[in-house]
């Protein structure tokens, strides 16, 4: 029985322990339908009544919720949660020893093997730890056996190479051969002593064990420069996503993510589902991805939230040139695919074009359209695009795009701001997606462009009420339409708009196009040559810094950077 069982707080004191203003509490309390009920109790002095709240139960909620950035206090690490502190102001020792282990090790730590392993290498090796000790205890401990022993030269080749065969007995046979190559480059214990801190913080719990690895992977997207962009999906857009899927979750019995990187769209939406129908997980995960390093990442991290039996298959840049779909369906499905890139020279599995050809020097809408295909009757997705392929003057992709709307397959587009990748500063746009109805009516366009904060000097970054709030504009509305009422929106952030208006537009679908207050409602399309010129400009710009990246990337290769 947990020393905190019997300790009742009200508001005020979550709000004090938990260190937000009391507002926030009653925010918490209306938005979140698992917020913990209430309990009616006589107050103390005798004088009526007063609600209060099992003190255990807050905590359990809180240490869902992490403390974002620019709310930190200077003393507090990255993953802080709103838990920690209410833990610590009851005076309860700090649980997260194992992600503080892992700070440390990805922190000051990575400067010991400085020479040895690039900052990749170093947080993969990493990651490949946190994932066996979480995930395959009797692999750990052969692993902890062997680290004791390693104590002398070249035994860090060893120990890693031992961490490598662990690693396919938990993800099948060749998921540990970059742990093997990259093997060959370490010499003394140093990886023997990090494996004894990780061994040495006692027992964990499952869901610290994702957070740490989600740390790690944050910080692998921070320090490994441009590569780390074919790997990633910024935080903001998980969050977002991961909520946008919880609609009618009781339904979903599978999702699928179609370029999985490293899991971490589709782990979101996992536990989406399941947080909005009690911890419930749908009965089928699966995905596809593009090289060996990512498809294993994504295997690990899905692993440690419970899905060790993902489907995980290899992929494509581009759907077309082989990804497809015989006869699966999916309730959900959620993507952030390679923007702007070629289609393959002879496309081999064109099935999914259901509204027509995309351009061959472009992807996206060949992206776009596979989606909607591998949704099942009922189903929904939630697609990371460049905002380009809202408003494109392209005739394919504009032909394209307006079929889309009019069978009755898009939903809702969110723009988000830019800067949310740490790589480019290109701005997204979120596109909800539904199994074709046949006809549209409506289209949800939210403008979240002017939200977040900057949290480092590339990065910026979106505050959990900032994500609640945009997921608050989509909830509404779906309610609206349920209920069979107009959704009035909120001016200059959304806005439900018919039919009739998009085809006035010529089909654009950028959101500020139909909510910036300087454009009248009567305005025409945008000049759709002038967006023409704008999107060929931008797209020989990606291509030249596609070239300018991989010829860096090989320079730092020959030189061990």
């Known amino acids: 029985m947990s020393d905190i069982d019997d300790v009742l707080v009200s508001r005020a004191d979550i709000a004090r322990l938990a260190g937000v203003r009391r507002p926030a509490v009653t925010n918490w309390e209306r938005r979140h339908q698992d917020f913990p009920d209430p309990a009616v109790v006589d107050r103390a002095d005798g004088l ?19 403390v974002p950035a620019n709310a930190r206090r200077p003393e507090e690490p990255a993953g802080t949660t709103y838990g920690d502190r209410f833990r610590a102001g009851l005076g309860g020792p700090r649980s997260a020893a194992l992600l503080q282990v892992v700070q440390r090790l990805g922190g000051p730590e990575a400067e010991r093997f400085r020479g040895e392993l690039s900052v990749a290498d170093y947080l993969t090796v990493l990651l490949s730890l946190v994932y066996v000790r979480g995930c395959l205890p009797v692999e750990w401990r052969r692993v902890t056996a062997e680290a004791s022993r390693y104590q002398f030269p070249h035994s860090g080749e060893l120990l890693v190479r031992f961490l490598a065969h662990a690693v396919e007995k938990g993800l099948g046979p060749g998921q540990g051969q970059l742990l ?19 061994d040495e913080t006692g027992p964990v719990e499952q869901t610290e064990y994702a957070q740490a690895f989600e740390w790690l992977l944050a910080r692998y997207g921070e320090l490994a420069g441009r590569t780390a962009g074919d790997f990633f999906t910024p935080r903001a857009a998980v969050d977002l996503v991961s909520k946008l899927m919880t609609n009618d979750a009781q339904n979903v019995r599978s999702v699928h993510d179609p370029f999985v990187r490293a899991g971490e769209l589709l782990a979101a939406a996992l536990d989406g589902v399941a947080e909005a129908r009690e911890g419930e997980r749908p009965r089928e995960a699966s995905g596809a991805g593009v090289g060996e390093h990512p498809l294993a990442l994504a295997g690990m991290n899905l692993a440690l939230h419970g899905l060790p039996d993902a489907d995980l298959r290899p992929g ?27 289609l393959p020279e002879h496309p081999v599995a064109p099935g999914h074009w259901r509204y027509g050809q995309p351009p061959r020097h472009n992807a996206n809408f060949d992206w776009l359209q596979y989606v909607v295909a591998a949704l099942a009757p009922g189903g929904r997705a939630a697609v990371v695009m460049p905002d380009i392929a809202a408003f494109s003057s392209n005739p394919a992709e504009r032909r394209i795009r307006s079929a889309m709307v009019e069978d009755g397959a898009v939903e809702s587009l969110i723009a988000l701001p830019s800067h949310l990748f740490t790589t480019t500063s290109i701005s997204v746009t979120i596109w909800v997606l539904r199994y074709p109805a046949g006809s549209g009516d409506e289209v949800l366009f939210v403008d979240a462009r002017g939200l977040g904060s900057m949290v480092s000097r590339v990065q910026r970054a979106l505050d959990p009420q900032e994500t609640q709030s945009i997921f608050g504009e989509y909830a509404s509305w779906q309610e609206a339409r349920a209920s069979g009422r107009s959704y009035p929106g909120t001016p200059g952030v ?21 909510l910036s207050s300087d454009i009248p409602t009567d305005a025409g399309a945008v000049d759709p040559r002038e967006l023409d010129v704008r999107a060929g400009r931008l797209a020989e710009a990606h291509n030249r810094a596609r070239v300018a990246d991989a010829a860096v990337d090989e320079l730092l290769r020959r030189y061990g950077l």
């Open 48 to 66: 009526g009544e007063i609600e209060v709240f099992r003190a255990a139960e807050i905590l359990a909620w809180l240490e869902r919720r992490t």
């Open 180 to 198: 093997l190559a990259l093997s060959r480059r370490l010499g003394d214990s140093r990886v023997a002593d990090a494996v004894q801190l990780l």
């Open 316 to 342: 494509y840049t581009a759907p077309s040139a082989g990804l497809g779909l015989g006869r699966r369906a999916f309730d959900r499905v959620v993507a952030n695919p390679p923007f702007n890139t070629r």
């Open 494 to 514: 959304s806005r439900s708009v018919r039919l009739a208006e998009i085809r006035e537009r010529d089909h654009t679908l950028s959101p500020s196009v139909y």
